[in-house]
Every structure is written in structure tokens, then in C-alpha cells.
């Protein structure tokens, strides 16, 4: 079992660019979540997927961010016409409903949007 | 909407001493799930303790305890021998146990340091 892997690790852009992270679940995990970390904050949920399904979507999640989990397997995460207050960290965390939906985090993508 | 309080920023501990870090929470739910999470300086965030509201009894994980009191909706997280590795956020997180309720919803966190 490798944990959740997140890629990139870092990432700088201009605002206005489109940016996408990457996120590999644990296998056979069949829940995938991403949230949105700011800088002396908690966690924030932005959605979740079962399989390839996606069930939730928070009111952070704005029309210029989506999510897909295409194959059930890894997500993306992209942002469009990034702006600066999008610049946080963004974690990524599966579950396995049978193993009581205890969410594993990956180590993240910090965004800085200048 | 539920909502969790972490009302220590920041906390230190002696070495080889005890820490309590203090969380508190509000629901309407009788059923839910209550979660201690580290997240060490630029490191991913790990699972300390789990804890199921249905159950009496608090959890334990070697030297990390609960506290946990459902009348009171508090759930602070106890560190026995607090070592030098122990130093991390510690973030207080809740989730509804009803179908299609997935979501974690965090505190502020709380900042431990070990002191040598």
C-alpha cells in the first residue's frame, strides 16, 4: 500500500493561467475527496467522488474549478483563470466504505498564484 | 451545518510530559464520527484516533487518548510522553455517520510544540 500520491507537489502560475493537479487514490480505495487548505485554516471540502461518480460539491467549488475521476481509479482537480485567492494547498484523501470511510490524505499541491 | 472549535492555537509540552488539546463541536446529530489528525511542518496529513459516537468507551492509540463526552460535545485528545516527533498541527475533525455525508469538517487546528 503506497498512500495517496498527489502530483504536482508544488506549483507556481500567473493568475489567469489554467492550472490541473493530480491525484492517485490508495487502491482499491473507491472514495476520493479534495480539499482546500488556506494558510492558519483547516481543512475545507470541496467534493467527493464514489468510484467514478461525483456525488458532492461544496459552494467553494466555483463554475472555474472541476473535478473528474474518469475511471474511478485517479483524479484531477483544475482550476481555470486561477486567481490569487485560489493559492492554497489542496489535499486530496480516499476512503474504502467497507473499512469505515476513515479518510487517508495525500501530501498535497501548493498552488501560489501570483 | 455542524462545526468544530479548536480553542488553543497553540499549545507546548515538555518532553516525556502529558498534553491536552481541547476541541469542541456542535450537531444536531445523535451519530457521527469524531477524528484527531497530525499534520506535521511540510509533511501529509496522518489519522491519530477515531471515535464513534455510539460507543461509551473513549479510544485509545498507544499514547494518544480521548476524551470524549457526548453531552458536553467536547472531544480533546490527550498525549502521554510526549516526544520530540509529537510536534505537529493537530486538527479536530467531524463527520456525520448519514448516508451520502462524507465530508470531514475540521477545526482551526491547534500547534504542538515539544519542548526538549
Known amino acids: 500500500d503506497t498512500g495517496v500520491s498527489q502530483d504536482p507537489r508544488h506549483k507556481i502560475t500567473k493568475r489567469g493561467q489554467n492550472v490541473t493537479f493530480r491525484c492517485d487514490p490508495i487502491?482499491?480505495?473507491?472514495?476520493l475527496y479534495w480539499y482546500r487548505q488556506t494558510l492558519g485554516q483547516g481543512p475545507e471540502f470541496l467534493t467527493y467522488?464514489?468510484?467514478?461518480?461525483?456525488?458532492?460539491k461544496s459552494r467553494l467549488l466555483s463554475d472555474r474549478f472541476s473535478a473528474e475521476r474518469p475511471k474511478g481509479s485517479f483524479s484531477t482537480l483544475e482550476i481555470q483563470r486561477t486567481e490569487q485567492g485560489d493559492s492554497a494547498m489542496y489535499l486530496c484523501?480516499?476512503?474504502?466504505?467497507?473499512?469505515?470511510?476513515?479518510?487517508?490524505f495525500g501530501p498535497g499541491t501548493r498552488l501560489t498564484v501570483l | 451545518a455542524q462545526t468544530v472549535t479548536q480553542s488553543q492555537p497553540e499549545m507546548s509540552v515538555q518532553e516525556a510530559e502529558t498534553v491536552t488539546l481541547s476541541c469542541t463541536y456542535d450537531?444536531?446529530?445523535?451519530?457521527?464520527?469524531l477524528f484527531w489528525y497530525k499534520q506535521p511542518p511540510s509533511r501529509q496529513m496522518i489519522l491519530v484516533i477515531r471515535?464513534?459516537?455510539?460507543?461509551?468507551q473513549n479510544a485509545t492509540e498507544n499514547r494518544f487518548s480521548v476524551n470524549f463526552q457526548k453531552a458536553a460535545k467536547s472531544f480533546s485528545l490527550k498525549i502521554s510522553d510526549s516526544q520530540l516527533g509529537d510536534a505537529a498541527m493537530y486538527f479536530c475533525?467531524?463527520?456525520?455517520?448519514?448516508?451520502?455525508?462524507?465530508?470531514?469538517?475540521f477545526g482551526k487546528g491547534t500547534k504542538l510544540s515539544v519542548i526538549p
Open positions: 484523501a480516499s476512503s474504502l466504505v467497507i473499512s469505515g470511510n476513515t479518510q487517508y
Open positions: 487502491s482499491e480505495h473507491n472514495r
Open positions: 467522488f464514489q468510484n467514478e461518480a461525483q456525488l458532492e
Open positions: 450537531t444536531s446529530e445523535s451519530d457521527y464520527y
Open positions: 471515535q464513534e459516537a455510539y460507543k461509551q
Open positions: 475533525a467531524y463527520r456525520s455517520s448519514g448516508a451520502g455525508s462524507y465530508q470531514l469538517t
